[in-house]
């Protein structure tokens, strides 16, 4: 391998840039904690690492689009992935001066990928703006160190909540328009109407403890 650059560093994990066997890629590797017991912490970080890389391999051989898995190793907790090209979404949209058509042609796309992870039972737990990137080959959805099987119809209803957080936090102007298109392509994979049940329900939850903490100050 050749030399690695730094491109994220978290408190879970660094993010690398680099070439493996002569592909451009990304190199994720768990943080070892040192206030962990060592015994516990490997058993800890090999066992996501193992599940985030079983998760992204279920979602590839269900055409959905993520990096394709390059190398995975357990026992160092790293796992190489091809390198996506392109801006995010997030950047895109920071960015954006065109129609509104476009926008809903966007979220219609994240939506078929939120949904397509949601339908074969992944739910993806940070689907924020940040973690799709439009590449010349189509939408990616990245990062999946959040990832997990879902269990029950809030974990899905989480995932919306946190995309559409997103757009409001970042990108306001072009909520609406967005979400629209989002649920325009989610509702081919989901039942959406009792998702958005759960998550108005998360939403109000959310309000209330804001309230509380307010009123406690």
């Known amino acids: 391998m050749e030399k ?24 994720k590797q768990r943080i070892r904690k ?14 996501r690492t193992k599940l985030e890389a079983r998760l992204i391999y279920t979602a590839l051989i269900n055409g959905i689009n993520t990096p394709a898995l390059l190398l995975v190793d357990p026992t160092e907790f790293l796992i190489v992935m091809e390198y996506i090209e392109g801006p ?28 397509k ?11 924020t703006t940040n973690n799709f990137i439009m590449s010349d080959e189509g939408l990616f959805i990245i990062d999946f160190g959040l990832a997990k099987k879902a269990e029950n119809i809030e974990d899905l209803a989480v995932d919306v909540h946190i995309f559409l957080r997103s757009l409001e936090s970042a990108h306001s102007k072009y909520q609406k328009v967005v979400f ?3 649920l325009e392509g989610y509702k081919n994979y989901v039942d959406v109407s009792k998702i958005l049940e759960k998550v ?9 403890v804001e309230e509380r903490r307010k009123s406690n100050k």
């Open 88 to 115: 995010t979404v997030k950047e895109y949209l920071d960015k954006f001066d065109g129609d509104e058509s476009e926008l809903i042609k966007l979220g219609k796309e994240i939506g078929e990928i939120v949904g």
């Open 180 to 182: 629209e298109g989002f």
């Open 4 to 27: 690695l650059r730094v491109l994220k560093r978290g408190a879970e994990s660094v993010i690398y840039e680099g070439y493996f066997a002569g592909i451009h890629a990304i190199f």
């Open 117 to 127: 992870l949601h339908k074969i039972g992944i739910a993806h737990g940070d689907p």
């Open 200 to 208: 108005k329900e998360i939403r109000m939850r959310g309000r209330y």
């Open 34 to 47: 040192s206030y962990r017991h060592p015994e516990l912490d490997y058993e800890i970080n090999s066992s």
